[in-house]
């Protein structure tokens, strides 16, 4: 798990920061310029922690929204199918208004 999480920990903070969605993280310090951002550390949450998807498709939509939550420290909670629905729709305008605005 170790050699699998090590580029992601080092890509995910520079992806993050290139988005300018998470500047006001704690676990996003901005580096001087020139530098690399902070590597984030990983751990693994217990399984019964996690909530998991039913339906096909929807995996990646968990993820994206555990990582969300978790580098903003909100609940796991939140995360279930039926809250999943919503989750696609808000990311679906967010991306359309992002791309219309001039």
């Not at 217990?46 to 994206?64: A, P």
């Not at 969300?68 to 990311?91: A, G, M």
């Amino acid at each position: 798990m170790e050699e699998v999480m090590k580029p992601r920990c080092l890509l995910f903070p520079s992806l993050l920061l290139q988005s300018k969605l998470f500047t006001d993280s704690l676990m996003l310090k901005i580096p001087a310029a020139g530098k690399r951002p902070h590597q984030f550390i990983w751990r693994r949450l217990k399984q019964h922690k996690l909530t998991q998807s039913k339906r096909i498709g929807d995996c990646g939509v968990y993820v994206f929204k555990h990582i969300e939550h978790l580098i903003v420290s909100i609940p796991l909670e939140t995360i279930c199918d039926e809250n999943i629905e919503l989750f696609r729709n808000k990311w679906m305008t967010d991306l359309w208004y992002q791309n219309v605005r001039p």
